[in-house]
């Protein structure tokens, strides 16, 4: 069973178009994370729930909305795509918050956004 | 400003041999540090964590080192094999992980 999963796996569309990663994990934790790794491979934190309350929100902007439906499901939505938002998009989960001791990180396989 | 450095981009090395990456950082003070391994195509795997009181951590072939006055972790592989060609990235935790770069390793059979 896979333990964190996201879908789509490739994500290829145009421009100004609005679209949803979806992620799921089947740990029990209660921290879900959404990474951004640029082209140089950094990988940078976007947004954090624990127990569906949002608890990092780190500079990004307000065309990404994170949506927590229950403590098992994190998705994306990105609305009015540019070029810039190409990369790969990873979510993660954890069993306690970023400040937690011993915060290991159990990351998707990631979706490749590719915008035209 | 906050800063977190990997070694250089790739290092290519013998089977056999040790790998030695290496992490610096500069405007931190994390109460522990990880690292994780990537394979093409995948999501970053955790290999190790250590704390700020914790000099060296060890698993299989794996060490970890943590100098919290140097601002330095020292990350090894010993008796190096092929598949352990992947890309290594090393976090500094607080409210949130910081991730450097990582440094591309390239075994050679």
């Known amino acids: 069973d896979t333990a964190v999963s996201q879908t789509p796996k490739y994500l290829v569309t145009q421009m100004g178009n609005d679209k949803s990663i979806k992620c799921e994990q089947n740990l029990g934790h209660d921290t879900m994370y959404w990474y951004k790794q640029d082209s140089k491979k950094f990988l940078k934190i976007m947004f954090s729930y624990n127990n569906k309350e949002l608890i990092i929100n780190e500079t990004v902007p307000n065309r990404f909305s994170p949506k927590s439906p229950d403590k098992a499901h994190l998705n994306l939505h990105i609305n009015s795509l540019e070029l810039g938002d190409s990369a790969v998009y990873f979510c993660a989960s954890s069993q306690d918050r970023g400040d937690a001791d011993g915060n290991e990180q159990f990351f998707g396989p990631g979706t490749r956004l590719t915008v035209l | ?109």
Request: charged share 20%; glycine share 6%.
């Open chain 2, 1 to 109: 400003s906050q800063k977190i450095e990997q070694n250089s981009e790739a290092l290519n090395i013998q089977e056999g041999k040790t790998a030695t990456l290496t992490c610096n950082y500069t405007n931190y003070s994390p109460a522990y540090l990880q690292w994780y391994r990537q394979d093409p195509g995948r999501g970053p795997v955790f290999l190790l964590l250590i704390r700020e009181n914790e000099k060296e951590k060890r698993k299989e072939r794996l060490k970890v080192t943590f100098d919290t006055t140097l601002k330095q972790s020292l990350f090894h592989i010993t008796a190096s094999q092929p598949a352990d060609s992947a890309t290594y990235l090393c976090a500094l935790a607080g409210y949130k992980l910081s991730f450097g770069a990582g440094t591309t390793v390239t075994v050679r059979a």
